[in-house]
């Protein structure tokens, strides 16, 4: 049984650039959410996703969006970079509000 | 206040000995609890969840609730060097649409010295 997945695990970008970060959610899962990691800190929470609607987001601006397929997988969406969006990006599944299961996490890198 | 605070560590203790990770919490209707270890470089595991009021023990694990103190605790029993990590305190909280969201500590880092 496959766990929470995530795409790519390491990734560096330039100041200004976009970029996609992909999740596939534990088999049987119907929920994701997505949490910013900094350093030293506890993840924080941006937004979930639930039958393909943004259910609820953290406070996180709007160059932050997403999306959930009709497959559960989601997409993490970050637009016009700044270098204080480096940081683990985690994937957490769940059925519906149950207990969550995190992927490994994608380490964005933005210089 | 924080919503969920963890002293940030780290706790040292010798291999063998217990470890105790303590978590307070500012929503008064959570009702819902969950320890994670994190190792450096790596995400969050679920290692134990509890609900109720009391102790709940899954192998040298034991996670103590008292909602009356806002209060949450991991105890870890013959502590190996493995368990050496990060050990995040998450709380679900809920918001204005009824919607609980998960609310995370900074996390206690551990160290286990052989």
């Known amino acids: 049984d496959a766990g929470v997945t995530q795409s790519p695990t390491h990734l560096i970008k330039t100041r200004g650039q976009q970029v996609t970060l992909r999740c596939s959610p534990k088999?049987?899962?119907?929920?994701v959410s997505w949490y910013q990691q900094a350093l030293g800190q506890g993840p924080q929470f941006i937004f979930q996703?639930?039958?393909?609607?943004?259910?609820q987001r953290g406070n996180f601006p709007d160059r932050f969006s997403g999306h959930q397929y009709p497959n559960y997988s989601s997409e993490l969406n970050v637009n016009a970079l700044l270098l204080g969006d480096s940081a683990l990006y985690l994937c957490?599944?769940?059925?519906?509000?149950?207990?969550?299961?995190f992927g490994q996490g994608t380490r964005l890198t933005v210089v | 206040q924080k919503e969920v605070e963890q002293n940030s560590g780290p706790l040292s203790v010798p291999e063998g000995a217990i470890a105790s990770l303590n978590c307070t919490y500012s929503?008064?209707?959570?009702?819902?609890f969950f320890w994670y270890r994190q190792y450096s470089g790596k995400s969050p595991e679920l290692i134990m969840s509890?609900?109720?009021?009391g102790d709940k023990e899954d192998g040298r694990f034991t996670a103590q609730l008292n909602k009356a103190s806002q209060y949450v605790s991991l105890l870890i029993r013959d502590s190996q060097p493995s368990d050496s990590a990060t050990y995040l305190c998450?709380?679900?909280?809920?918001?204005?649409?009824?919607?609980?969201?998960?609310?995370f500590g900074t996390g206690t880092r551990l160290l286990v010295s052989p």
């Open positions: 509890i609900y109720s009021n």
């Open positions: 088999s049987g899962h119907d929920t």
């Open positions: 929503d008064r209707g959570s009702q819902s």
């Open positions: 996703y639930y039958e393909e609607e943004e259910r």
């Open positions: 957490a599944s769940s059925l519906d509000e149950t207990e969550a299961f």
């Open positions: 998450a709380v679900k909280a809920m918001v204005n649409t009824g919607f609980q969201k998960l609310v």
